[in-house]
């Protein structure tokens, strides 16, 4: 019998090694995409996805704080640099999967899932181009030690699909926007090319994950009734721990949906120009 989309998420979820998780993410995407283009989607069907995503011995995790940090301008802290992206790759790749298999009793369109299977995919194929990265600098994924605090947001959320649609790709992806291009400025000062381009690949992609989280978080919202970004605000504030960080990449926050109403009165300072009573 086929298996149902959510106990492939699951199934991803309790792999625990990044290639092995990865190549397993991809496989169940094509089948899902194999399957809709064929007009026979498959059930969404229910799983019991664990608390926390499967993991390998190897990079341990340290609270942040206790995560060495080195200075990009040397090839050690560029390795460094990639190692954390890598590990964030991977989390994502577990965050997709994770809203299909926590969510499947929240009926949804075929579209939602369509979206988060498709970003999963992508998120597999970001962390194989880093570890590519990563080992052809001599290193690997697990060299080195890395955050623990990644599943916070996931755990935070596990019973609120608005709330994890607002924290996750409307907030920490955002984030992603905001810096990846210091990032990519970095590999491209060093003459990195391949990180350069995995760097550039990455970012192009990660648009369309904030504006899946933007798009469903307001079809959600109309469905409910309710205002987007007083919803927004309410769950960001109850669910996220601090301010957001500007300067924010308003460019590609509004090529994902993302208006600087919704972002701007959650951050750290709040610049006069955009006071609402500002002329
Ligand atoms: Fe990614
Ligand atoms: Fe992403």
Redesign the pocket.
Known sequence: MTKCLAERAEEVLRTADGRAKTALSHAHAAEWFAARKAGEALPIGQATPPDRPARPDQPALLPPREVPRRRPGTPQGRIALLHALAH??LN?VDLHWDIVARFAHVPMPQGFYDDWVKAAD??SK??NLLCDCLEGMGSHYGALPAHAGMWRAAEDTAKDLMGRLAVVPMVLEAR?LDVTPGMIEIFRKAQDGAATAALEA?YA??VG?VAYGAKWFNFLCGRENLDPKESFHALVRRYFHGALKPPFNEEKRAEAGLPPDFYWPLAEEFPPAFRPDAD
């Open positions: 964030i790759e994502a992508e998120e970001h962390f992603g990455i992609e990660e994950h």
